[in-house]
């Protein structure tokens, strides 16, 4: 068999560790003496999901475990995989454990598996013809669905350290024969610089690595950073980055601290965050968060989601800036968000009270016969504000008190 040429296999594949001692980052799911470590060391390895962000290291750990496990290691993407391959897995997973082999499924991307075609996994997860590993970068409490979830234990892989990358880094311009035979120069710092800058993605700063010794024999910080803009940064609009980020902006208002909101809000909008939904969250903040403690920061937000209306990006990030750290420095109050509240919950206990009658209208002379309107006293009539006191809630509510002003 020919062997492949290893200058159009990417530097992230080349570099994959091959052994637990060559695997780093994940200290605290497979280091010595973890849940994981001992699962191996006994043969007993339970069906998995790997939860954790882009380059983490989930199919790396998997592919290792078959290895120390002595097992059939079978990779799908449920990306590009349906059930016509899964059936053909399970087939043979199915024949190779009549020979006493045992087969490990590593089904990356998991979460993009509708509830049927996870179902189809159960019986054969359950009765041992396969150990799964299901890999995620989304979080497996929504993605994937409870039987399943029930059958496998969750293991998160975390970022990895800017330090564990820039270790790999170092590894690759040691080890690796494409780049050791380019004879390139690689700058004091890069590595470091691109560990920092590829957000915890050990593949992403492997392949802008590659990238700067393909672009010249000297890799210097300028061309680190020329190959650093062209990359992503870690925000997923759609999953739970999106509500981590918008969440640490919501507290970061809250705390009245107006650096740590500017940053988050670039955070989103750097990576193309629809602005009209942060400025949509500006002013429910507005009224939840600051409320009457400031009657002006409800039009400022408003204020702000019509620029963004009008102007659209990048032209209105000024202006959602400006709402921002107004609400960060505005003084907070949750009366008003707090008095609505027991507003909802007493309308869920007492869902169809009758409007007291001196506030009912009287349009017909039968209603008026009725009584509907009776007793209503007219306020603009009375000089007096004590005199012109009636009652406006229900019966069974007149004695509450939503808002208290002090």
Known sequence: MKKMDQTIVPLAERMRPQSVEAYLGQEKIFGE????????????????????PPGSGKTTLARILARELDSIFVNL??????????TAVLSQAERDRVDGKRTILFLDEIHRWNKAQQDALLPFVESGVITLIGATTENPSFSVNSALLSRTRVLVLQSLSPETIAALLER??????????????????VAEFLARASGGDARQALSALEACVFRAKKVTMETAEAVMQRSHLLYDKQGEWHYDVIS????????SDADGALYWL??????GEDPLYVARRLIRFAS???????????????AALEACRHLGMPECELGLAQAVVY?????KSNALYEAYGQVKDDI??????????????????????????????YTPEFKNPEEAKQEYLPEKLRDRRYIVFE
Do not use: C
């Open 33 to 52: 003496g973890s849940f994981l470590r001992e699962a191996v060391r006994n043969g007993m390895l339970p069906s998995l999901i790997f939860w954790g």
């Open 77 to 86: 993407s449920a990306v590009s995989s349906g059930k016509k391959d899964l």
């Open 172 to 189: 690759a311009l040691r080890e690796d024969v494409v780049l050791l035979a380019k004879k390139v120069q690689v700058e004091e710092g």
């Open 248 to 255: 640490a902006l919501h507290k970061s208002l809250r705390g």
């Open 266 to 271: 670039g955070r989103m909008l750097e990576a």
């Open 288 to 302: 939840e968060d600051v409320g009457l403690a400031n009657s002006f920061a409800l039009p400022q937000a408003v």
């Open 327 to 331: 609400l960060a420095k505005s003084k």
């Open 348 to 377: 869920r206990k007492f869902p169809n009270e009758p409007v007291p009658i001196h506030l009912r209208n009287a349009p017909t002379k039968l209603m008026k016969n009725l009584g509907y309107g009776q007793g209503y006293k």
